[in-house]
C-alpha cells in the first residue's frame, strides 16, 4: 500500500567491502563502538581526586556492579575478571537501545532503486547482532567452565554414563544449554524490533497521542532488556563455574 507502514525484518545493505556486506546495523553498531570508545577515552582524561557528579556517579554504578557481581559469584578475584564483559555487554545493548529512537536513525538514509534505505538502524532489530551476542555469552560461559573445572568434569555435566537417569540429565543439560543461545538472541531481538513496530504503528495511526509515551516505555524496556542479558550472563557463568558435585 503506497504510504502504508513498511516493515522490514533484515538489516538492509548499503554495500560492501572487499565482498564483505555492510548493513544499516553494522554501520550503527560502529557509531556505537565510537560513541563508548569516546567517552571512556574523555573520562579517562577527566578523572580527579575530587570527582564531580559525572565521575561519582559512574563511580558508584562501578563500586555497585562489582559488588553485586562478587556477592553472586562469590569471589571478589572472578567479579573482576568478569566485570569487563558484563559491563561492556549491558553498555552496548543499552546505548544501542537508546538510540533507537533518536532522530536521524531510520529517518537519513539513501535512494536506490526507487527505494529508501536508512543509514542508521538499531543493532539489536538486526538478529544476527542479538545472535552474535548470545554466541559471545555462550561460548565465553563454556570455555570458563572448562577453565575452571577442567575438561572432563566440565563435560561430566553433559555425558554421564553412571545411570539411565544421569545419562538423561546430561541430554537435558546440553539441550538447555544450547537453548540459552536461542533464547538470548531471540528474546533481545524481539523485545526491541516489536516495540519499534508498535511506535511506528502508533505514529502511523494517533501520530499526536501515542508515539511519545510509547516511546518512553520502550526506552525503559530497552534498559530492562540491557539489564536482563547482562545478569542471565553472569548467572549463566556462576552455574558453569560451580562443581557439578555440589550444583542442586
Known sequence: ??????????AERLGSVFGFPITNALVMTWLVMA???????????????????????????????LAYMAETLESEVLARKFFPLVVSIFLFILISNELEFFPGVGSIGLVHAAEFLPVLRTPT?????????????FF?????GIMTLGVFRHLGRYVNLTSPVG??????????????????????FGNIFAGEIMVLVAAYFLPYFLPAPLIGFEMFI??????????LTLFFIKLAIADPSEAH
Open 1 to 10: 500500500m503506497s504510504g502504508g507502514i513498511s516493515v522490514i525484518l533484515a
Open 35 to 65: 560513541l563508548l570508545i569516546g567517552f571512556a577515552i574523555f573520562f579517562g582524561r577527566s578523572l580527579t581526586l575530587v570527582p564531580g557528579k559525572l565521575q561519582t556517579g559512574i563511580e558508584w554504578f562501578f563500586e555497585a556492579t
Open 125 to 137: 532489530t538486526d538478529l544476527n547482532f542479538t545472535l552474535a551476542l548470545a554466541l559471545i555469552s
Open 140 to 144: 565465553v560461559i563454556e570455555i570458563m
Open 167 to 188: 545419562f538423561v540429565v546430561g541430554l537435558l543439560e546440553i539441550i538447555s544449554n544450547l537453548g540459552r543461545i536461542i533464547t538470548f538472541s531471540f528474546r533481545l
Open 222 to 231: 530497552g534498559v530492562v532488556q540491557a539489564v536482563v542479558f547482562a545478569i
